[in-house]
């Protein structure tokens, strides 16, 4: 794997402001092209909340050649993706002239380079927190942290991961709150199941589409159906062998039922 901090891109860049435009988006993407990392690969970010089965979820989708989905990294994107905001505010509030005189508030704003900025951070990611490998083509990760308590722009933050990623899919992962409820941690938090509850119906509200998965723990049978489908919305041949060598491994830190 290439250890290189990728080449500049600001001579590549539009002095235009995003704005949501599909031209802007398209030279995003070239931008990240242009690293020779972040546009190499395609993404998968598994979305949920804790003891909904992630872990063994993360082991089916590894099963898959060429993935590599990483654990969970205490919603370190998500802080990420708040500077990017940040910046994009600081950019489309303060952009006047005014702003390059030195005796404003806001001197050099309009000097900033937003779409660079955005590259920068999501390549440095890429490369030292998903840490690809020779052979990997998709690179993402778990994380458990997307109840309303963690995250309360979850619609903007998906749309980020969607718009700086390219080729990114999310899947959405579910289990029964009941069942959440009396697994690990979670028996000690007060009004847990409704807690868990409030979190799974804020995900189901999200519509399946073609970056959109929803994924459900608890329909996971002897069919292994629900996997089939997961497998047919990535585009990927389903390996049945392989799929139950992971059905048959532990992936948990706590005990069964705990």
Not at 215 to 244: C, K, P, Q, T
Request: proline content about 5%; some cysteine.
């Amino acid at each position: 794997m290439r250890e290189r901090v990728p080449r500049p891109v600001r001579q590549i860049l539009s002095p235009l402001r995003r704005g949501g435009s599909r031209l802007l988006r398209k030279r995003l993407h070239a931008v990240m092209r242009t690293t020779g990392l972040v546009g190499d690969y395609s993404y998968v970010f598994v979305v949920t909340y804790g003891r909904s089965g992630s872990t063994l979820l993360m082991g089916i989708l590894n099963a898959i050649p060429g993935y590599r989905i990483r654990g969970e990294n205490y919603n370190t994107l998500y802080r990420l993706y708040q500077a990017d905001a940040a910046v994009t505010k600081a950019c489309e509030k303060f952009s006047s002239a005014e702003d390059l005189k030195p005796q404003s508030s806001w001197y050099g704003t309009p000097r900033v380079r937003e779409h660079a900025y955005r590259a920068g951070l999501v390549s440095n990611f890429v490369q030292n927190v998903l840490r690809p490998e020779p052979g990997d083509r998709v690179l993402g990760f778990k994380e458990i942290r997307y109840t309303p308590l963690h995250m309360a722009d979850l619609q903007e933050y998906l749309d980020f991961l969607l718009d700086a990623f390219p080729r990114s899919r999310i899947v959405i992962n579910h289990r029964d709150p009941a069942a959440v409820a009396r697994s690990a941690w979670w028996v000690k938090v007060r009004d847990a199941e409704a807690k868990i509850r409030d979190a799974d119906e804020r995900l189901l509200a999200i519509a399946d589409d073609e970056r959109h998965f929803h994924f459900f723990y608890d329909e996971i049978d002897d069919s292994l159906e629900n996997i089939r489908a997961l497998y047919r919305f990535l585009g990927e041949d389903f390996d049945e062998a392989a799929v139950r060598q992971v059905l048959n491994k532990p992936f948990s830190p706590y005990p069964a039922g705990k």
